[in-house]
């Protein structure tokens, strides 16, 4: 019992004190102005409690998007890399360019960027008719792994709900450029390979960021802010053009 006293000496203090101010403020008052008394502490305390609370939970949205960050810089990037790499090696002179989802499907795709779905389809997909392997695996499986690390890192910000944190700015525009230069294999394997709903926090992200990325090419910009004339920018975009 006198261990329990002991151990328990902080919590017994701060209630014998609450009684003597109570017993204190009743005779000397009266019950009504004890009762308003406590429900001024009593709101102030709630008060204080949800500041704390929401402090608490902006803590942990901070902490969980520095995770993310990391995640996205240590894992992803690199694995970005690795498949540009491949590419390259694969076909010098291969363009990449992008697709913006707005439905996520192959029908979509090839509808509305006939040339480009066709640009990105060619990097992975052989001729069956005169190839026995349907794809290119040492194109692709290195696309899943990549694919993979995106639906972990989507997750993760669609759980913490961090996908409109501030921080994630630096990593937003990276994430939506990754899916649409590799939207035709993203949709392949999943809905030609896997057959099924794969990806679905990744394309939910997606849907989230690729509005609020800034769309005008870097030679635009720097167009904008008179570092090149406009008659470069015209002469460098037919050039683009041209060798897509």
Same mark, same amino acid.
């Given at each position: 019992?006198?261990?329990?006293?002991?151990?328990?000496?902080?919590?017994?203090?701060?209630?014998?004190?609450?009684?003597?101010?109570?017993?204190?403020?009743?005779?000397?008052?009266?019950?009504?102005?004890?009762?308003?008394?406590?429900?001024?502490?009593?709101?102030?305390?709630?008060?204080?409690?949800?500041?704390?609370?929401?402090?608490?939970?902006?803590?942990?949205?901070?902490?969980?998007?520095?995770?993310?960050?990391?995640?996205?810089?240590?894992?992803?990037?690199?694995?970005?890399?690795?498949?540009?790499?491949?590419?390259?090696?694969?076909?010098?002179?291969?363009?990449?360019?992008?697709?913006?989802?707005?439905?996520?499907?192959?029908?979509?795709?090839?509808?509305?960027?006939?040339?480009?779905?066709?640009?990105?389809?060619?990097?992975?997909?052989?001729?069956?008719?005169?190839?026995?392997? &349907?794809? %290119?695996?040492?194109?692709? @499986?290195?696309?899943?792994?990549?694919?993979?690390? *995106?639906?972990? #890192?989507?997750? !993760?910000?669609?759980?913490?709900?961090?996908?409109?944190?501030?921080?994630?700015?630096?990593?937003?525009?990276?994430?939506?450029?990754?899916?649409?230069?590799?939207?035709?294999?993203?949709?392949? &394997?999943? %809905?030609?390979?896997?057959? @099924?709903?794969?990806?679905?926090?990744?394309?939910? *992200?997606?849907? #989230?960021?690729? !509005?609020?990325?800034?769309?005008?090419?870097?030679?635009?910009?720097?167009?904008?802010?008179?570092?090149?004339?406009?008659?470069?920018?015209?002469?460098?975009?037919?050039?683009?053009?041209?060798?897509?």
């Amino acid at each position: 019992m006198k261990d329990f006293i002991k151990n328990n000496l902080l919590a017994f203090s701060i209630l014998l004190g609450g009684l003597l101010i109570s017993i204190s403020i009743y005779y000397a008052f009266n019950l009504e102005t004890l009762q308003k008394l406590f429900s001024i502490i009593g709101s102030s305390s709630l008060g204080v409690a949800l500041a704390a609370y929401f402090y608490k939970k902006k803590q942990d949205k901070d902490v969980a998007a520095i995770d993310q960050i990391s995640f996205f810089r240590e894992k992803i990037i690199p694995e970005w890399d690795k498949v540009s790499k491949i590419f390259r090696e694969k076909n010098p002179r291969y363009i990449f360019s992008q697709i913006r989802l707005n439905e996520f499907t192959i029908a979509f795709m090839r509808k509305h960027y006939s040339r480009i779905f066709k640009n990105q389809l060619n990097m992975f997909f052989n001729d069956i008719e005169t190839n026995s392997e &349907i794809w %290119d695996a040492k194109v692709l @499986d290195p696309e899943i792994i990549l694919f993979n690390m *995106l639906e972990e #890192f989507s997750l !993760k910000v669609l759980q913490f709900k961090t996908y409109q944190h501030q921080a994630l700015n630096s990593v937003r525009a990276a994430f939506v450029d990754i899916i649409e230069k590799n939207a035709v294999a993203l949709i392949f &394997i999943r %809905d030609i390979i896997a057959g @099924d709903n794969i990806y679905f926090a990744t394309l939910q *992200l997606y849907d #989230f960021w690729k !509005k609020d990325i800034n769309r005008t090419y870097l030679l635009e910009r720097l167009e904008k802010h008179g570092f090149i004339t406009k008659e470069r920018l015209e002469v460098i975009l037919q050039k683009n053009e041209k060798k897509l």
